[in-house]
Structure formats: structure tokens, C-alpha cells
């Protein structure tokens, strides 16, 4: 081959290579599993709530990682962790159920509430909710709440609290609604994306000022991501200093708080 013949091919190569999209960064799975706000309907292409913006946030913020949401369930996600199908698990808390599960704890800065909501009456307010032994609950299936010490078991809470467990925030709402409960207990996040949604309802509810218990959220990170520790909080910060956090969770009054990064503490946080 002569020479003319091989510099020309080699720009022709060039100019291809050079045209060509950038490689994207290195995948990072992010479990997904049906949580509103947080996550709503994983499995749909449209799926919607609060991680996909964070993801959009996450990856418009560095191009090194491309995070991806990976439907999973609430009752499948520890295992979906420890089997590598996902990297990450957000919004989460060392005290439910991570307890020797190998991974790093992040915390996210990011605190929310469970509150107790009951139907709207007269003769009823706050004094409402002191006493719980006597009232019929309905409660989110999986979830650990402080008035039973933390204990997620359906039989424990049905025979102890006379609570009917389900797996969804908005039926557990519409019990109240109808009197088939006294109370249910939900997210704070969840119960104003509830009123964002059906404004008419709001003078129906009764929701408590004192709250069940406060949590901070964690990000629980597998030894073999290909995000580190370091990596993934410098991208949460960044998010927190250019206001990027504020921005998607304050909506839903999900508080942005100063961060523990010492994660020998961080891993023994219990709200």
C-alpha cells in the first residue's frame, strides 16, 4: 500500500473516531422498588418520583458514572444487593434490616417523618393520637415504626395493635376515609404528594403534628460497584452545594441536613 493511500485512511480513521458519541461512563445499578414519592412504578417506562430526578441530577453533574434505575421490591432488595444485580440501595436506613449486610453507608443528608393520619372530625385534635392500644391501624406492610419498637412483623402488630398491614399508602387513606381505621400511619413525603395530587381531600384528614419516629436516609453502597465511598458522597455534596438537593426534595418537606461522613458513626444512626 503507498503511503498517500495510508495517510489518507489513517485520517478517514481518525475523523470517524473523532465523530463518533463519547464512551459512557461506567454503569452504576440503583435499586428501585415502588416507594411514593421516592419511586413510583419502577417497571414502566415512565416511572416517576424522586430517584429519577435525583438519577437525571447524578449523572448530569459528572460524566465518569452513568446511573440506571433496576426494579426491585421492598422484600427482594437485600437480596438483589447482595447478589450484585444492584449497586446501590437509596433511601434507606442502617436500622431496617441492613444489619450484617457488607456494604458502605452513606448518609444522604436527607431527613423524613412518619406521621399518624386520621379522619377529620369535630370533636377530635392533636390529643387524638396520644393513645394508639385502642385504635384500629392500618399500616405500610415491611415498614418499621417506632410505636411497636420497630418490630415489622404483620402477626406481632395485628395481634399487639390491632393493625391491618397492606401495600399501599393510598388504600391504607381510603380506610380512613371510610372508617374502616381509626389512623394510618404514612410518610410525611407521601402524605403531601397525596394532598398535591387530590386537593378536594384535605379537609377530610386529620394529619398529627408529633411525628412516629424521623429518619435520616442512606445510600448502602456494595464493596464491588464501581463507585467508591469517596466518589459517590463528593457527588452528593456537589448536589448539595449547588442546590440540587433542596430543589427536588424540599417539595415534599424532606429535610436537607448536614451530613455525618464518618462512617463508623454514620452506620449506627437511628431515627
Do not use: C
Amino acid at each position: 500500500m503507498s503511503r498517500p493511500l495510508q495517510g489518507l485512511l489513517g485520517t478517514l480513521f481518525l475523523g470517524l473516531f473523532l465523530s463518533l458519541p463519547a464512551v459512557a461512563g461506567q454503569e452504576v445499578h440503583i435499586g428501585a422498588a415502588h416507594f411514593p414519592p421516592y419511586v413510583v412504578k419502577p417497571e414502566q417506562e415512565d416511572a416517576s418520583g424522586l430517584l429519577p430526578q435525583l438519577i437525571e441530577a447524578l449523572n448530569g453533574a459528572q460524566q465518569d458514572y452513568r446511573f440506571v434505575m433496576v426494579p426491585t421490591a421492598i422484600s427482594r432488595r437485600f437480596r438483589d444487593f447482595q447478589q450484585g444485580r444492584i449497586d446501590l440501595a437509596l433511601f434507606e436506613n442502617p436500622g431496617w434490616g441492613w444489619d450484617g449486610i457488607d456494604g458502605a453507608r452513606i448518609d444522604m443528608g436527607l431527613e423524613d417523618a412518619e406521621i399518624y393520619v386520621a379522619r377529620a372530625r369535630d370533636d377530635r385534635d392533636e390529643a387524638y393520637f396520644e393513645e394508639l392500644k385502642s385504635k384500629r391501624l392500618a399500616l405500610y406492610s415491611g415498614y418499621h415504626y417506632g410505636f411497636a419498637n420497630f418490630n415489622s412483623d404483620p402477626a406481632y402488630l395485628a395481634q399487639e395493635f390491632n393493625a391491618i398491614s397492606t401495600y399501599s399508602h393510598d388504600s391504607n387513606l381510603m380506610m380512613v376515609m371510610r372508617d374502616r381505621v381509626d389512623v394510618a400511619l404514612v410518610t410525611r413525603s407521601y402524605f403531601g404528594a397525596y394532598l398535591e395530587a387530590h386537593p378536594e381531600q384535605r379537609e377530610h384528614f386529620l394529619p398529627s403534628r408529633r411525628v412516629d419516629q424521623k429518619y435520616r436516609h442512606f445510600a448502602l453502597l456494595r464493596p464491588q460497584a464501581p463507585i467508591d465511598e469517596k466518589a459517590f458522597a463528593a457527588l452528593l455534596d456537589q448536589l448539595r452545594d449547588n442546590g440540587e438537593l433542596e430543589r427536588i426534595f424540599s417539595r415534599y418537606q424532606i429535610e436537607v441536613k448536614p451530613v455525618v461522613r464518618d462512617r463508623s458513626v454514620a452506620g449506627n444512626v437511628r431515627h
